[in-house]
């Protein structure tokens, strides 16, 4: 399944939304979420906390990111994220297959 690292930014910092967000994120780490998640989103590692941002970083696997959009949606409507960036991981087997092809 494919691997993503999905960087979502805070949208409000209150003290509420801080408590929302921790939740929210370790419920999702231990494998419990919300029922507007996929079924086959798993979270694979973090998540991580930024240390100069208002940001939460993980890795997850999921078949088509596109199935998450209502439950993102839904999150920035609520002021818990204010943006996001996903960015589909490969591994560097995949680099070197690709290197070995191109050098021929």
Do not use: C, H, Q
């Not at 680099?95 to 050098?103: E, F, P, Q, V």
């Amino acid at each position: 399944m494919p691997l993503f690292l999905n960087e979502v930014w805070l949208g409000d910092v209150s003290p509420k939304m801080i408590d929302e967000a921790v939740m929210f994120f370790g419920n999702l780490s231990v494998g419990t979420k919300p029922n507007n998640l996929p079924n086959d989103l798993r979270m694979i590692a973090g998540p991580w906390l930024s240390a100069e941002e208002a940001k939460v970083m993980f890795i997850f696997e999921i078949n088509d990111p596109s199935t998450m959009f209502d439950a993102f949606a839904e999150r920035m409507v609520s002021g818990l994220f204010a943006r996001r960036k996903l960015t589909l991981l490969s591994d560097w087997n995949g680099l070197k297959a690709y290197s070995d092809r191109i050098n021929v």
